[in-house]
Nanobody, 126 residues
Framework: QVQLVESGGGSVQAGDSLRLSCAAS????????MAWFRHFPGKERDFVAA????????TYADSVKGRFTMSRDNAKNTVYMQMNSLKAEDTAVYYC???????????????????WGQGTQVTVSS
């Protein structure tokens, strides 16, 4: 079992930056592939980025490439999402997700993840 707790959301202006954190419980954090998704009102939860436990390879959604940077600190059981040049269309609830096992290619669909956090709201005003 893994419990995930997101933090770092807030309300900012377009062009500003935020850093989201996701703290995980458990002693085998390094064996989990981690991901960020976001949920827009009235839509499905969309993939944002993921990092593999196998080789720390990172995959990004096209909409955030060059603006968002995902990283992990296994010593702190935490993953981060540095979000720069935020746009109004980035406004959403951001969720952290995890799946265990040696995964070479991280899933980009919601069904690929087992554990989810409660979400943190990011609001960007134009």
């Amino acid at each position: 079992q893994v419990q995930l707790v997101e933090s770092g959301g807030g309300s900012v202006q377009a062009g500003d930056s935020l850093r989201l954190s996701c703290a995980a419980s458990g002693r085998t954090f390094s064996s989990y592939s981690m991901a960020w998704f976001r949920h827009f009102p009235g839509k499905e939860r969309d993939f944002v980025a993921a990092i593999s436990s196998w080789n720390n390879g990172i995959t990004y959604a096209d909409s955030v490439k060059g603006r968002f940077t995902m990283s992990r600190d296994n010593a702190k059981n935490t993953v981060y999402m540095q979000m720069n040049s935020l746009k109004a269309e980035d406004t959403a609830v951001y969720y952290c997700a995890a799946v265990g096992g040696p995964i070479l290619v991280v899933p980009t669909s919601r069904s690929g993840y087992v554990y989810w956090g409660q979400g943190t709201q990011v609001t960007v005003s134009s």
